[in-house]
């Protein structure tokens, strides 16, 4: 079972149906205080929903520290991170963003560990 320790987290709303989006990455919207599931690898991650919600509801992101990720595929302990084009946690790729470091890996649509630290680009 994946555990979870203290982070940085903030309120902002669901901007769509996040009602499956928890431990997903999610990017800011155009509105404001709102976030939606990274729909690219191309999204510039803000963190990670530590629970789903309907439409316009209240939404917890953690933005630093440790949490649970849902994987979109296999990945391993010390692996960097960023999102594939459903919210979930792959392996970094070129013109990804780097999201963190996995603490504690799986296989797809399980769910496993990281340390967000969000960083930018990978070239």
Known sequence: MAKQYVGLDAPFKAHDDMSDAQYYFVTLTAVADTVDVCSAITDPICGVAQHGGTTGAG???????????????????????????????????????????????GDVNEVGEMILIPAGVAA
């Open 59 to 105: 939404i917890s992101v953690r933005f630093l520290g440790h949490t649970k990720i849902t994987l979109g595929e296999t990945v391993a302990a010390a692996d960097e991170v960023s999102t594939d084009n459903t919210g979930r946690a792959v392996a970094l790729a070129t013109g990804g963003y780097l999201a963190g470091k996995i603490t504690k890996g």
